[in-house]
Each structure stands twice: as structure tokens, then as C-alpha cells.
């Protein structure tokens, strides 16, 4: 049965639309953002609307769409992979803070290769986006995979077309570890990519590497799991050879001082450590300050839910929970933020 969820969660993603039914009468809360985070937040939705019979309607439009959307008042919540900056919180009149720690990993469809036999590192998976690295048997590619056969084969880079947090975060690396990226392309929700074919949403990059061959793109982990897709393995900041999994994901997110960081602004790539996987990410939540106490008060309360209660889910999809002490920083917020103690208790 949890299986199948996933496969359906992984088709509906395409079609950027979470939907719970639920009665007429009951409380609805509407969101919309990130497709990262589509997995794990459409059970969380499932088993809160089960447990408490509030409906959570989520439209995964990518991290662009989702900010335009709580800036415009049209959802009562937004989510996005890309922090934002004081500045365009405090214009806004909205609060940030993260969910949950997504990783981000290359995929690529090579005939003879299999998940984890391929080993790339920054700059080359900055060459091949750029378009320097033309074909799989690239010398730069085999001197990382010497006992790999490689075939004479054109690269498809695989690109996400909508704004994405998790363009974001995968530009954010290319351009702190390739002069030459950050130079000519840079990073943000969306950039002008040199080459290939984009694709709507990590659903649909996924949808265009299992069709194309010799394509190679870049998704959230848990739709390379739920897709069966080949990903890699990256060589990390400390120059060390690691394999996409929760202890990688884990060692990377360790580096976070969210207490520090004002609006919880911490970006997670090319962390340092012998185990840390390079490309991992925050996932952030967005709310308005001048909403209703009682609209924000309910989404909080689902918030905190899955924060408190949908930890084994989160590692089940391979997503790495907050502890528990970021978790109280983050209600710490809301308080100071939202009134949230006057508001939901």
C-alpha cells in the first residue's frame, strides 16, 4: 500500500497538483512551492487529514511559484528550497524557517551503468551542464571511472524549466565549485542554461532521464528512490568519494547553526567533512505575519505535527528530520513571529 502511494505521489507530481478530498465542512489549508518536498508532505497530509480531518492542499509549482504565491496572499503557507534574504521577508511581511533536509542528486540513464557505479565530481558536472564535457567517454569523466566503460555517447543535460529551489541549490554548488559556471551562468531559482532539455518539476526531470538515453539530470533523492534511477556518486569538499544515503545527507546537515542565522538563512552545499553529500539543502516554509491568528494558528498546528510526528516518514523517504533543538527554535519564532503561543494553544 505505502508503495503504491509513492508510485501515485511520483505521477501526480508531473502534474504539479496534491489534493486530499475531504468534507464540505472541514477546515482546508491550501499551500503551494517546492516539489522537493512533495513526498514526504503529501503523507504527512494523508495521515494528518486522517487524524484530524483538516484538509492540506498542496500545488507542487516549484519554489518560485510558491513564493509568488505567499507574497500575492493566495495560499495560507509556501514552501521553497530557497531561502530568502531579510530584505524580501520584511517587505512581505512574512516568516521563514525550515521543515525539513532535502538532498539533491545527479541521475543519469547510460546504458551499462547502474546506481552508484558512476563517480563525478564539482567540475565536471559543471562542464557537462555548461556543455564542455560533450559525450560519456569524456577523458574528464573516465579519469574519475577508470574501470567503467564508458560509451561514445552524447550527454542530454536535463534541466528543471520551472523556478526550483532545487535549481537553486544545484546552481549554488556549480557556482562554488566551477570559476567558470559562476561566471557565465551562476545561481538561482531559474538560469539560463547552456544546453539540453528541461523538464517541469523534479517529477518531470525524472520523467525525461528514464526516457532519454544518455541523459543525466538532477532530482530531490527520494524521486531518484521512487523512480528507480541511476544516480551517481560525488566526490565531496574534502575530496572524499560518497554515496547518496542518510548517513551522507545527515553529515552534511550537521554543519547547520541555525541559531545563528537570521530568518534561519543557511544554504547547505558543498558542506565540509569526510561524509558529507555535496548537494544537500534546507527546505523552508513561508508564512504571513498579517494573515488571520486563527488560519496561521492551524497551519501551524499541522506544521508542528509533522515536525513532531512525521519523523519516521521523512527517513522512510530519505529526508533527514531537525533535531529537537532546532525545532524549539523554530516554534521560538512562530511565537515571536506569529503569536503562535496565543494563537494555537
Known amino acids: 500500500m505505502f508503495r503504491n502511494w509513492k508510485s501515485s505521489t511520483a505521477a501526480l507530481g508531473v502534474l504539479a497538483v496534491a489534493s486530499f478530498a475531504t468534507p464540505a465542512f472541514a477546515e482546508t489549508l491550501n499551500g503551494a512551492g517546492g516539489t522537493a518536498i512533495y513526498p514526504v508532505l503529501g503523507k504527512w497530509a494523508a495521515d494528518y487529514h486522517k487524524e484530524n480531518g483538516t484538509a492540506v492542499n498542496y500545488q507542487a509549482i516549484g519554489s518560485g511559484g510558491g513564493i509568488k504565491q505567499i507574497e500575492a496572499k493566495t495560499v495560507d503557507f509556501a514552501n521553497s528550497d530557497k531561502p530568502l534574504k531579510h530584505d524580501e521577508i520584511a517587505k512581505n511581511n512574512l516568516v521563514q524557517f525550515p521543515q525539513v533536509v532535502i538532498s539533491i542528486v545527479p541521475v543519469v540513464h547510460v546504458s551499462g551503468i547502474n546506481a552508484g557505479d558512476l563517480v563525478l565530481d564539482g567540475k565536471t558536472l ?23 566503460k564508458l560509451p561514445d555517447q552524447a550527454i542530454t543535460p536535463v534541466y528543471r524549466s520551472d523556478g526550483s529551489g532545487t535549481t537553486f541549490n544545484f546552481t549554488d554548488y556549480l557556482s562554488k565549485v566551477s570559476p567558470d559556471w559562476k561566471s557565465k551562468v551562476g545561481s538561482d531559482t531559474a538560469v539560463q542554461f547552456p544546453g539540453g532539455v528541461g523538464g517541469k518539476g523534479n517529477a518531470g526531470v ?82 504571513r505575519t498579517d494573515a488571520s491568528a486563527d488560519k496561521n494558528a492551524a497551519v501551524l498546528k499541522f506544521l508542528d505535527w509533522a515536525l513532531k510526528n512525521g519523523q519516521k516518514d521523512a527517513e522512510a523517504l530519505d529526508y533527514v528530520p531537525l533535531p529537537e533543538s532546532v525545532v524549539q527554535q523554530i516554534e521560538q519564532a512562530w511565537t515571536r513571529n506569529l503569536k503562535w503561543q496565543a494563537a494555537a494553544k
Open 126 to 148: 559543471a562542464d557537462i551542464f555548461l556543455g564542455n564535457v560533450k559525450k560519456w567517454n569524456d577523458p574528464a569523466i573516465a579519469r574519475l571511472n577508470p574501470n567503467l
Open 206 to 287: 525524472a520523467q525525461y532521464v528514464q526516457q532519454v538515453d544518455g541523459s543525466i539530470g538532477y532530482v530531490e533523492y527520494a524521486y531518484a528512490k521512487q523512480n528507480k534511477l541511476t544516480y551517481t556518486k560525488m566526490v565531496n569538499h574534502d575530496g572524499k568519494t560518497v554515496t547518496p544515503d542518510m548517513k551522507a545527507f545527515q553529515a552534511a546537515a550537521a554543519n547547520a547553526d541555525y541559531g545563528k542565522a537570521e530568518d534561519f538563512y543557511v544554504i547547505l552545499t558543498d558542506q565540509p567533512g569526510a561524509d558529507s553529500w555535496p548537494i544537500t539543502a534546507a527546505t523552508f516554509m513561508l508564512m
